[in-house]
């Protein structure tokens, strides 16, 4: 019988010929599991208390490796608390390795401590049962998943001296086979036919659309013909009529590109019965929500070439919907969460890498602009939950640090959240000994509350004498405080032109701070009812 050392000094030995880094949570269970992965000098390991954080850390760091990261955990609700990271994984197809200490299979149901049903507990991901040194072969099955779960079972003792051997030979890297794109096949597409292409989170560069028009949202790739977003509704329209003219302004074919799911006006034309739909996915989300896609494929095969009678629609069209965002910014709504955006996206340069937090900063990211060329974005947009935004931000910082070890100042990472976003992670600034993130600026949108659901049906008149109550949610937190306590550089600006100056200044400082940029939330529905208004021809 393999011992708990033997074991987890074996697994750890697998581990490091397939990933570089490893997030570990303190735990008894795991304990053997914890000290083989620190004495192996091929892995880095990153420690957190909290296993929530952690899985999301390890994600972000994962996003950026586009490798898996581990995160190891002890049993019971430990392993559950990694739930919200396995989900995000698994719908964003980021790599993620979830390693789990357990009892031996004997104890299940017998009442002992700290023992629950951990085989399957990740619906989203298959669990390999690892109990002896025969099963390590499960790890390269394991890691052709995106969300992939290793259930270890440890037996008492835990630890023995065995642990306390030399440190064992660098093992060399190599890829467990990887987790392979689905190819759905080709389809053949009339360029000629007015045609528009939305490419959303997942989307990439396909050959023969470039010079398509296209609403790219923030983690897309730069397009070469850009549509704002808030043209779609001038293309929901058969026609329209500018300057005495009347012009047909509806696609007759769209193509979606990846996973698009932010802007209600944009997804309208997916499920538009007078316009044909094709969907490009290297993955098996198939973007449509109406199932009416008349074909779905992985590459295209054109023919034609764009009239310049569309292109030029579509420019007009996108001229129209950046300039509704100009001009509404400078109209007296005070300073918004639309502002903060736009003060981001106006200090970011090539090389940096920007995440977005879910809710209002990625949909304002969009409105004021992005996506940029020579920016990365990143986005939760899997499962598009606010969940561990902090610790995903920590995460990418992290690993492009790492990336650039001989760098004396790495490139830097920007963050854009919502308060609410950030107070629900707010334990990802539990950092502890390791170290800090060396160029990370988190800007924190505060209209204390949820200022999303002011644009949404729920900020109607009718709903307000409970809209507080149960959707503005304000929390009046004292965030100088929380990052004081934390340990955390904190800066407060409370206008476009301060916020400006405190970006400046942490572009030409690297270090990493909180940047709380104190909003309002009171005009975000006429602020967006504006903006509506400006497009609408």
Not at 135 to 146: F, R
Not at 451 to 468: C, K, M, P, V, W
Request: a negative charge; hydrophobic letters at 45%; proline letters at 5%.
């Amino acid at each position: 019988m393999t011992s708990s050392p033997e074991l987890a000094r074996a697994l750890a030995a697998e581990l490091a010929r397939h990933i570089t880094d490893v997030v570990l949570c303190p735990g008894s269970r795991n304990s053997a599991l914890s000290l083989a992965v620190l004495e192996r000098a091929d892995l880095r390991v990153h420690t957190r208390i909290d296993e929530r954080s952690a899985s999301f850390l390890a994600l972000g760091m994962a996003r950026v490796q586009k490798r898996h990261v581990a995160i190891i955990t002890t049993s019971g609700t430990a392993v559950a608390n990694c739930t919200p990271a396995m989900v995000e994984a698994a719908h964003s197809h980021t790599p993620l390795l979830m390693i789990s200490a357990d009892r031996p299979e004997r104890l299940h149901g017998t009442g002992a401590n700290q023992t629950i049903e951990q085989a399957g507990i990740f619906h989203v991901a298959p669990t390999h049962r690892i109990a002896g040194e025969a099963d390590i072969a499960h790890v390269a099955e394991a890691l052709k998943h995106h969300a992939a779960h290793l259930n270890v079972e440890l037996d008492t003792p835990l630890l023995s001296e065995e642990l306390r051997a030399p440190a064992p030979e660098v093992a060399d890297l190599v890829r467990a086979g990887g987790v392979e794109k689905q190819d759905h096949g080709e389809v053949s597409i009339d360029l000629s036919r007015p045609t528009l292409v939305i490419a959303g989170d997942e989307a990439w560069e396909v050959e023969g659309l470039e010079d398509v028009p296209t609403i790219a949202e923030p983690t897309a790739p730069a397009p070469y013909y850009p549509v704002h977003p808030l043209a779609a509704g001038v293309f929901g329209k058969q026609q329209v009529s500018a300057e005495g003219y009347v012009v047909n302004t509806k696609p007759e074919q769209v193509i979606v590109v990846g996973h698009p799911t932010l802007h209600r006006g944009v997804m309208a034309l997916l499920e538009d019965p007078e316009i044909e739909l094709i969907v490009l996915s290297q993955t098996a989300t198939i973007t449509d929500p109406a199932k009416r896609a008349k074909a779905v494929a992985s590459r295209v095969k054109t023919t034609g070439q764009p009239r310049k009678e569309w292109l030029n629609i579509a420019k007009a069209a996108a001229e129209l919907g950046a300039q509704a965002v100009r001009d509404t910014l400078a109209e007296d709504h005070g300073f918004t969460g639309l502002h903060v955006a736009a003060a981001v996206a106006d200090t970011l340069g090539t090389g940096d890498t920007l995440v977005l937090g879910a809710s209002n900063p990625v949909r304002d990211a969009s409105f004021v602009g992005l996506p940029f060329a020579g920016v990365d974005t990143v986005a939760a947009r899997g499962a598009a939950g606010i969940d561990g935004t902090v610790s995903q931000a920590i995460g990418v910082a992290t690993a492009i640090q790492q990336a650039h070890p001989e760098d004396l100042r790495p490139p830097r990472t920007v963050a854009l959240m919502g308060d609410v976003t950030f107070l629900h992670d707010v334990g990802g600034l539990l950092i502890g000994e390791n170290p800090l993130p060396e160029n990370l600026s988190i800007v924190v949108a505060n209209d204390d509350g949820c200022g999303i659901f002011e644009t949404l049906e729920s900020g109607q008149d009718a709903y307000r004498a409970n809209f507080e109550r149960a959707f503005g949610t304000p929390h009046n937190v004292d965030i100088e405080a929380l990052c004081q306590a934390y340990g955390v550089e904190h800066v407060r600006v409370d206008s476009l032109q301060t916020l400006i100056e405190a970006l400046i200044d942490a572009t030409d400082h690297a270090g990493f701070r909180i940047i709380e940029a104190t909003t309002i939330r009171s005009t975000r529905r006429e602020l967006h009812q504006s903006l509506a208004k400006k497009v609408a021809m």
